[in-house]
């Protein structure tokens, strides 16, 4: 079983659609999670970051995460084009993990006109 | 403010060379790390420096991988006797205080070797 788990897509949805990419993970005792956003041939590009169960709403993003249930996920309100990119979850540890990232394989995303 | 560079871009090696690769951080950033990432998966864990010290290489895939950040600022991943698995791309992020932080990603060295 891997550790951090991504449906790899593709997700499609039309423009102006909200798009749900989920994300599980198999260590209890994670602590801080991120969703990155990559577009091909570029570097990953953090969007948001969580620490605590619950909602975190920053723009046209939403960070949901439930420790219990070991998920985490990203709504992406209002999606346009330009937000057709490979999103990727990320999970860290805490301990003596020194901060390191644990990465799903990522969704592609395509939001089509 | 300036972001994560790294250097150089693009790099192609034949079988068996040594290569370098350099992270730049975000000024101030205490922590520094080292991704690979290979196509169509995430990013893989390979070190990580809280200033100058290496607190984990847990992730290095083989002796031939050494990296080093002396003076707390800038990194060099050097990759020696490189082979086909090595090509990936490798990427720097750094993070103003590590421990579970927000990390922030440079452009990444594209690496092919031939």
């Known amino acids: 079983q891997k550790e951090v788990e991504q449906n790899s897509g593709p997700l499609s949805v039309p423009e102006g659609a909200i798009a749900s990419l989920n994300c599980t993970y198999s260590?209890?005792?994670?602590?801080?999670f991120f969703w990155y956003r990559q577009y091909s041939g570029k570097s990953p590009e953090l969007i948001m970051s969580?620490?605590?169960?619950g909602d975190k709403e920053d723009g046209r993003f939403t960070a949901q995460l439930n420790k219990a249930s070991q998920y985490v996920s990203l709504l992406i309100r209002d999606s346009q084009p330009s937000d057709s990119a490979t999103y990727l979850c990320?999970?860290?540890?805490?301990?003596?993990?020194?901060?390191?990232?644990?990465f799903g394989q990522g969704t592609i995303l395509t939001v089509h006109p | 403010g300036a972001g994560v560079s790294q250097s150089p871009r693009y790099k192609v090696a034949k079988r068996g060379q040594d290569v370098a690769l350099r992270c730049d951080p975000i000024?101030?950033?205490?922590?520094l790390f080292w991704y690979q990432q290979a196509l169509g998966q995430g990013p893989e864990f390979l070190t990580y420096?809280?200033?100058?010290?290496?607190?984990?290489k847990s992730g290095l895939p083989s002796d031939r991988f050494f990296a080093e950040r002396p003076e707390g600022s800038v990194s060099t991943l050097k990759i020696q006797r490189t082979q086909q698995e090595d090509s990936a791309v490798y990427l720097c992020?750094?993070?103003?205080?590590?421990?579970?932080?927000?990390?922030?990603f440079g452009p990444g060295t594209r690496l092919t070797v031939t």
């Open positions: 000024s101030g950033h205490v922590s």
């Open positions: 969580i620490y605590s169960n």
């Open positions: 420096f809280q200033n100058e010290a290496q607190l984990d």
């Open positions: 992020a750094s993070s103003l205080r590590g421990q579970g932080r927000e990390q922030y």
């Open positions: 260590d209890r005792v994670s602590q801080s």
């Open positions: 990320a999970v860290n540890a805490g301990g003596t993990s020194y901060g390191k990232l644990t």
